[in-house]
């Protein structure tokens, strides 16, 4: 059966590692030079302070898929709270079917009676799933080029 909640970091945490791992070897670039390192100190801090919201999808007990969002104010729209996607994964073989649309209308549901007045999510373009975006009523607002830099 599955189910969707709400959780916290100390719950959530030790449960999604392997789901990190293949949701990182599936869709992460630049793999030779940006290893998988989360700063849990940093979201422990977000949590903390009201900012970080995670919804998890679950078959029985087992994790099966996540959506963390960071929540805040804008800076160009300070009456809104905005709600911002970090990561959002199902795993392979829970993606057909609707699971991940229920994942994501949960979490808007929670969101909005929290007081979120916009959720923004983006999509990988080697991996896009534009389809259930536009079903959703999600509009395709802004594109985001990326370089690798270092050295």
Known sequence: MITYQQEFLTTARPDAQKLL?????????????????????????????GKLKIFT?????????????????NLHYKDHVFAVNDILYLSKEHRKGRIGLKLIKFAEKCLKEDGVSVLSINTKVHKPFDSLMEYM??????????KYIGD
């Open 21 to 49: 791992e293949d949701h990182w070897e599936e869709i992460a670039l630049n793999k030779g030079k940006i290893a998988l390192n989360p700063d849990w100190e940093a979201y422990e801090a977000l949590e903390s302070s």
């Open 57 to 73: 999808a679950r078959d029985d007990d087992r994790l099966i898929g996540y959506f963390v969002v960071i929540v805040g104010i």
């Open 137 to 146: 009523g999600f509009n395709l607002i802004e594109r985001v080029y990326s």
